[in-house]
């Protein structure tokens, strides 16, 4: 088992030989993946933010409609019934992993669709209701994708699959944020000016329709090794079995080290997370197009996340994961500051792409780094509710505070609530400094 202080030690992999590993089939297979867990975020949150801002929803009510997120923060309650709960006949044909694989991608399909037959100008309600379909059908997707994802490889290739995993992850927020404000701004009817609620209908069903790779991507692939799971005296034991005993392993491993591995992990995100939800309402108030958005901040910007997390995967297996962790959370915060120089200037193009190159790069490293961090905790014997319970905490906070986000620029503006983001993150390098001096944990074989 890899711990936050084993895990500096740098493999002896030539730099060559690092890269390879991305060409690998299991690499290769969380490319595809990567893009299925990647499309609903953004149409839950960041373009969904876009389309109701264009509608005329204020921006209070956008900030609390972004708890629609949550349901990424509580997947941890539902983790340990996709972790052991079979799926009649589905898991049977395609065992435990990518039966709930697929059942949560035709959960989001669903979904997607019927965001597409609402308006929200008109009846905002259905739009959330739909919202809340996909959040939690996506939501339900990461659990099973995590542990798909752990269980495929050991511990050394973990940095690698969750580069490409972002990779896919990426490529699947521009076509969710650049396509879907390209395919909306090519289906408004010419001549016409405003909003147009049938451009968004096409770009949301299209967008229902991409989930499809993802779905061919389970039924090709082979399922992990299945582990034996003792078999349950009654409810009462299978519910120890689900619930109690992956929180109680971790706890046991970690001790009162636990305390601030945790605490790490809900702060290490949240100038991000925080910063995001109001980034499409300022490029909208701030008078960019659909196309200057879509080219600059969904696919330069996406390019750059690349470019950040395939550094950060190879950092990580040469430097070591601390290291790298401590790295991200400088850029993270430091390029919330540049947003808040960028609203002082109005549109500015040319700023606002040296704003999202800084940024979208600074989170790429920290996002690898920070998965295979995740990752390195986990017991595979309870891979699925113990990333879960970790990838939730990294959100509770942030997408909480975020509700409020909208309500801090209508009081104080742009400018006070980006540098406001950014102070959020200084806490964060204090808990990764202590974690990294953290003694090595009793260790239990995976």
């Not at 309500?407 to 742009?414: E, I, L, Q, T």
């Amino acid at each position: 088992m890899l711990t936050p202080q084993n895990q500096d030690l740098p493999p002896s992999h030539p730099w060559l030989a690092a890269f390879k590993v991305y060409l690998e089939p299991a690499s290769l297979r969380m490319l595809s993946l990567g893009f299925s867990a990647g499309l609903p975020l953004l149409l839950v949150l960041g373009t969904l933010s876009f389309w109701l801002r264009e509608a005329g929803i204020d921006r209070t009510t956008i900030g609390y409609l972004s708890w629609v997120g949550l349901a990424y923060a509580f997947k941890w309650v539902w983790a340990p019934l996709v972790d052991r709960l079979p799926i009649p006949w589905l898991t049977r044909w395609l065992g435990r992993r990518r039966s709930w694989l697929l059942l949560s991608q035709a959960a989001i399909m669903l979904g997607l669709v019927a965001m597409s037959f609402n308006d929200p100008r008109v009846a905002l309600q259905p739009v959330v209701w739909a919202a809340l379909a996909v959040a939690f059908g996506s939501a339900t997707q990461d659990i099973a994708l995590d542990a798909f994802r752990i269980e495929s490889a050991d511990a050394n290739h973990q940095a690698a699959l969750a580069a490409t995993y972002q990779t896919g992850y990426r490529l699947a927020m521009i076509w969710a944020g650049a396509g879907a404000l390209w395919l909306a701004a090519r289906a408004e009817v010419a001549g016409s000016t405003g909003y147009q609620p049938g451009a968004w209908l096409m770009a949301y069903q299209i967008m229902a329709a991409s989930m499809l790779p993802g779905v061919l991507t389970v039924l090709l692939s082979s399922e992990p090794q299945a582990r034996s799971l003792p078999p349950a005296k009654g409810a009462l034991d299978w519910l120890r079995g689900a619930l109690v005993e992956p929180f109680a392993d971790f706890l046991t491993r970690y001790r009162w080290h636990a305390v601030l591995i945790l605490a790490l992990i809900a702060t290490y995100r949240i100038s991000d997370v925080v910063m995001g939800i109001m980034a499409n309402p300022f490029y909208v108030d701030m008078g960019y197009t659909k196309d200057e958005v879509a080219a600059v901040t969904k696919v330069f910007g996406v390019i750059m996340t690349l470019v950040g997390a395939f550094v950060g995967g190879v950092l990580a297996m040469r430097l070591g994961v601390m290291r790298v962790l401590m790295l991200g959370a400088v850029l993270s915060a430091a390029s919330n500051v540049l947003f808040a120089v960028l609203s002082t200037r109005g549109h500015d193009l040319n700023g606002l792409i040296f704003v999202i190159s800084a940024d979208n790069l600074s989170s790429g490293i920290a996002s690898a780094a920070f998965i295979a961090y995740l990752s390195s905790l986990t017991n595979v014997n309870y891979s699925a509710t113990q990333y879960a319970l970790f990838s939730s905490m990294m959100l509770l906070l942030p997408k909480f505070l975020a509700g409020y986000s909208g309500r801090y620029v209508d009081a104080f503006g742009y400018m006070n609530f980006f540098v406001a983001t950014a102070l959020l993150g200084l806490p964060v390098l204090l808990l990764v400094a202590l974690t990294s001096r953290l003694k090595q944990p009793v260790a239990l074989d995976k």
